[in-house]
């Protein structure tokens, strides 16, 4: 009950294009729903965080969709740039509770091609 | 720099050797959090501190591993009797109380 579930596993996208990385949770208590960036060798980035108010953010060229009633959100990056090629984590977490202890999902290498 | 900092970056040891791990957390963030993150994985939870007290530990911590958080500002984590699989990316993460984590460059350990 405490998985997060994530994919594609990897995603190739054309630049200008947009990358859609989908996450599934069971543990309907979770309230905080953030994306992490990592590039490699290097500590994971917060990019955008969501909670379940909400169903969608949108921060630049970053935009988190919320679907409360599925347990799924996902992460839109649009206008997708060379630069975005990184590794991409979903999380969840009780926001409420005294400790916020992140689960994570496995990760999405995303490669966008010149 | 006013971010998460981790010392070592690198440590290769050999099986069997005691390592340690330090966390600098952003100053006034009061939460600190260890994880570990092996290749191809996302970072798994280990333990947490809120001041320096340590309030919730994860079974993936064995017996070896011990973190401290003494004055309630950095953080160690010790890896006793190192074995191959101890090898990962250690992550720590600050936070102040509205539990927002940013995470430091890691340590990258490798047992050989």
């Known amino acids: 009950q405490q998985q997060v579930k994530q994919s594609p596993q990897s995603l190739i996208v054309q630049k200008g294009g947009i990358s859609i990385i989908n996450c599934a949770y069971e543990?309907?208590?979770?309230?905080?729903f953030p994306w992490y960036q990592q590039f490699p060798g290097k500590g994971p980035a917060l990019l955008i965080a969501i909670r379940p108010d909400v169903s969608e953010k949108k921060e630049g060229r970053f935009t988190i969709s919320f679907n409360k009633s599925a347990k799924q959100f996902s992460l839109h990056i649009m206008d997708s740039q060379p630069g975005d090629s990184a590794t991409y984590f979903c999380?969840?977490?009780?926001?409420?509770?005294?400790?916020?202890?992140?689960?994570f999902g496995t990760g999405t290498r995303l490669l966008v091609s010149p | 720099d006013t971010g998460v900092s981790q010392n070592p970056r690198h440590k290769i040891t050999k099986r069997g050797q005691n390592v340690t791990f330090r966390c600098d957390p952003i100053s006034e963030h009061n939460r600190l959090y260890w994880y570990r993150q092996t290749l191809g994985q996302g970072p798994e939870f280990l333990t947490y501190f809120q001041n320096e007290a340590q309030l919730e530990k994860s079974r993936l911590l064995s017996d070896r591993f011990s973190a401290e958080r003494p004055k309630g500002s950095f953080s160690t984590l010790e890896i006793q009797r190192t074995e191959q699989g101890d090898s990962a990316m250690y992550l720590c993460a600050s936070s102040s109380t509205d539990g927002t984590q940013y995470f430091g460059p890691g340590t990258r350990l490798l047992v050989l």
């Open positions: 999380a969840a977490s009780l926001m409420n509770t005294g400790f916020q202890k992140l689960v």
């Open positions: 543990n309907t208590a979770f309230d905080y």
